[in-house]
């Protein structure tokens, strides 16, 4: 299944975008956090991407989310409600892997 979620900075200049693509089916399938540009909520080039997961992977629209934190300086995708990767768009730091005790203030509203 093919899962796709994202979210848009109020500013509307920037969005994270999580795509998980299994057309070539689960055992090619691949998930990928983006950083997009946007203008006027339509997504323009990439400015960064983690690779998430190669491979069959057993999830659902409902076990992943997209949020950016209050201050929306970082874009932070959560799977199984636990923060995976992150973006931070003042300074271009890429984290993936984040562990629990992490320092970035990212919550799951899910």
Do not use: C
Not at 47 to 75: C, K, L, P, Y
Not at 76 to 89: E, K, R
């Amino acid at each position: 299944m093919d899962i796709f979620d994202s979210a848009i900075r109020r500013k509307g200049d920037l969005a994270g975008v999580f795509e998980h693509d299994d057309t070539e089916g689960p055992a090619n399938a691949t998930a990928y956090f983006y950083l997009y540009e946007a203008h006027d909520e339509v997504v323009g080039r990439i400015i960064g991407a983690i690779h998430i997961r190669s491979g069959a992977w057993a999830i659902t629209e409902a076990d992943i989310a997209v949020q950016w934190d209050n201050d929306e300086r970082r874009v932070g995708l959560f799977v199984f409600g636990t923060l995976s990767a992150a973006f931070d768009a003042a300074t271009g730091a890429i984290r993936h892997g984040l562990p629990a005790r992490n320092s970035l203030v990212l919550r799951s509203n899910r």
